[in-house]
């Protein structure tokens, strides 16, 4: 009986909300949390903790008011862009910054004439500013640049992209396109709200979603970590 208890609570130990089917916490319904719902087994300190964040933070609960209302009047019905500009225009937003990848600047440039159509001020910074080569700078192997081998490249910058546009006085950063982990440093230096309107992925056109959508294809590159081989 021992060991199967072991055995049981090991096997809760691994389980979180993605092994979820019952979703109680939509609702509230305290009777239907599975055992190893975290819900269920919240610390009442740490839910204090958060409630008072909530209601003592002006920043965060109107943040928290305004997002979710645009969500109830525009649920499927507004693109992410739409979402991003009507977020920006409720909550008086002075300045945006845009830290994008050199990549998608022609992406960037479109968003940036749709701001200006809407009259909202904004300043856009590419990942390759400051012409910081990656081996100098950080130790990247030179045969591990893109074009391997080869002299200056520059490193995607974004700690600078952070620095730049806190120097130009914006108070809501979006971030286009910025590779993973650079992305990571970014939001680690800024202390200024961003959000992120498109997510790098060449192989799949800026769609990561979609390799999770396809997992189980014929084409998946991840049957076999999921056992359908």
Sequence with gaps: MKANEQNANAQMAGLSCSSCGVKACRTAEKDRYPAFCPTAGLDPAIMEEVLSIYKDDPVVREISVKSACIESEYYCRLTRVEETIEFIERMGYRKIGIATCVGLLPEAAVFSRI?????????????????????????????????????????????????????????????????????????RTTDTPATVLIVKDRVLGHNPVQALYMAGGSYSRFKKEMGLL
């Design 115 to 187: 701001l200006a159509a809407r009259n909202i001020d904004h300043y856009v910074v590419c990942c390759k500013v400051g012409a910081f080569d990656k081996t100098e700078t950080v130790g990247v192997p030179p045969e591990k640049k893109l074009n391997g081998g080869c002299g200056h490249e520059s490193m995607c910058n974004p700690v600078l992209q952070a620095k730049i546009l806190e120097e130009k006085g914006c108070d809501f950063n979006i971030l286009i396109g910025l590779c993973v982990g650079h992305d990571t440093l970014f939001l």
